[in-house]
């Protein structure tokens, strides 16, 4: 006899597995990797020429970026301002997905779509104070209730000041829900042994990784941490802590990573 609970799992994995079945491919709106925006429409100076090929002048180093190329309004510093606007397109896929970073700006470091004019999302970046990253990392709007309505893309570049630019790339269509996007991820110990083990993978997004022991905060890195397989491993001597309780905490990480579950504790490097 099948239980309730069997027949309610049934019906998941069928649900499932007709929802991969029906996925439609990927649809690329733009990966920014020619010469020019192409049929994109650039006003004002901050997205300079045509896409960057990664860090601009006087600019702290950008990562996270897929290919050469990639959208970034820090053409002639942070002064300059513009908009830079898809031509019109289907929504055909249940997500739209990309890369971002740069200014926290809702209204004026931004990325929008808009349909029939009107702002239905909105994405920035990370930063809206001193310090911080150019990484560019993964997000994406479910946009399911407007399938089959034409929609717009629109990077916007206002803001003058500090973080006033935006950073975009590899703008896809998919019925494939990226993964999302962690904050403040947190993994706590006992301190038992002498070392603590990072996984590094090189030029991967920097995360800031924030030490506490016992609530407080002794030590603060930008750290390569690998999402999955690492190139390598880092250590870090915790002993003077030994029988506290630390915390490591990662500002930003992405929701299949396993690079927390990762971290090993041992007597050996």
């Not at 006003?43 to 090929?53: D, I, L, N, Y």
């Not at 038992?192 to 990072?198: G, I, P, S």
Request: charged content about 20%; aromatic content about 8%; glycine content about 10%.
């Amino acid at each position: 006899m099948t239980t309730p609970l069997a027949l309610t799992q049934l019906l998941a994995w069928t649900t499932l597995a007709v929802s991969t079945l029906a996925a439609g491919p990927d649809v690329l709106i733009a990966d920014f990797e020619g010469e020019t925006y192409g049929d994109w429409t650039v006003t004002g100076e901050a997205f300079g020429p045509g896409p960057a090929r990664g860090t601009l002048p006087g600019q702290m180093h950008v990562d996270g970026f897929q290919g050469r190329g990639l959208v970034n309004s820090f053409y002639r510093g942070d002064a300059t301002t513009g908009t830079l606007t898809s031509p019109p397109f289907t929504l055909q896929r249940q997500f739209i997905a990309f890369l971002i970073g740069g200014g926290k700006d809702a209204q004026r470091t931004c990325l929008n779509l808009l349909i029939d004019g009107q702002i239905v999302r909105t994405a920035t970046g990370p930063n809206d104070r001193p310090g911080g990253s150019e990484t560019l990392s993964r997000e994406s709007w479910d946009v399911s209730e407007f399938a089959g309505k034409t929609a717009v893309l629109q990077i916007v570049d206002q803001a003058t000041g500090g973080w006033g630019h935006i950073n975009v790339d590899h703008i896809v269509q998919t019925d494939r829900k990226p993964p999302g996007l962690l904050t403040n991820a947190r993994r706590t110990f006992t301190i038992a042994h002498r070392y603590l083990h990072f996984p590094i993978k090189n030029g991967a997004p920097k995360r800031v990784v924030t030490t506490s022991v016992d609530g407080r905060v002794v030590v603060r890195n930008d750290i390569e941490l690998a999402p999955a397989e690492p190139d390598w491993w880092a250590f870090m001597d915790v002993s003077a802590w030994r029988g506290q309780t630390l915390t490591l905490e990662v500002d930003k990480l992405p929701e299949d990573s396993t690079a927390l579950s990762a971290i090993e504790h041992s007597d050996t490097i």
